[in-house]
C-alpha cells in the first residue's frame, strides 16, 4: 500500500506541472536490448541514465531483478552517447526501495507545508544515496519540479482573489527555468482540452478545440477519438467471443489458444496484438 501511496503521489505531483518525458530515444550501436514483452513495441529510453533506469525498471514483474540487471549490464557495455553505469543502478534500486518506505498523505489533502515536508524528505534521502553532482544528473528537473509544484500549490492556497493568482502564478512561472515553462504551458493545454471533452454537444467540443488547437489540431483529435472508439468497441466484441471460446466444455486448451489467436488476428492489426494480449492479461487478473 506505501508503494502504491507513493508512486501516485510523484505521478499526480509530475502530471500536476504538466510533466513531459524527452522523446529522445536513441538505439545503441551494438547488440540490442532484450526487453520485456510489453515494451515490444518501443525503443530503451537514453534520453539519460535515471531515463533508462527507469524504463528497465518498469518491467519489473515481466522480469525479475537479476534479468533487469543483465539489461543494464548489457547497454552499459554497449557504444552509445549515453554512459550506463550498473553500479550506479544499484545504488538507485536502493534508493527506489528506500523510497517506498516515505508514508505521505493524499494528495489531496496535503497543504503547501505538508508538500514541502514530503519534498524534504525526499531531497534527505537522495543525500543518502548519491553525492551532490548525480543528484543533480538524476534529480535536477524533478526536484525542481516539484519545488514548483509546491509553490503552485502555496499560491492556490492563500490567494483570495483569482485575477491575484494568476498573476502570481505568471511571475513564479517567468522565473523558471525553460522547460519547467514549457511543461506548464503544456499542463495548461490538456486541462483546457480536458474540459472540452466533458462538453456533450459535439459541435461545441469541435469549436472548442479549434479555439485550444486550431482546426488541424482539432481535426487529428477528433480522428483520435474515432480510432478510440472504434478500438474500444473492437475490444468488447472480442472478449464476448473470446469468453465463449473459454467456457467451452468441448474444447481443448490448446485448441482455445489457438482460437483466440485467431480471433485476435481477426479483429486487430498486427501493430496492436501485443497491447490486446496484455488487456486480457489484465482483464483476466480482475475476475
Known sequence: MKKVTLVTILLTTLSAVGVTFYNSFTSSKRHPIEQAISQQDTQPDLSSQKAFYDYTLSSLGEQNFEQIDQRVQQQATNESELAISSSLFDTYKEYKRALTELTPLSIHAMTADDFEQFHLAIIELQEQFFTD????????????????????????????????????????????PEFIQKAERNNQLVTQLIHSTELKDSQQQYLERVSIVGEEGAKRLEALDENRQRFSQQLSEFFQQRESILASNEISNIDKSKQIAQLRTEYFDTSQLKRVEALERIHDSGK
Open 133 to 176: 553532482q548525480q543528484i543533480n544528473e538524476l534529480f535536477g528537473d524533478e526536484n525542481a519540479l516539484r519545488e514548483f509544484a509546491i509553490e503552485k500549490k502555496r499560491i492556490n492556497e492563500y490567494s483570495l482573489d483569482g485575477n491575484s493568482s494568476n498573476e502570481q502564478l505568471e511571475m513564479v512561472l517567468s522565473q523558471q
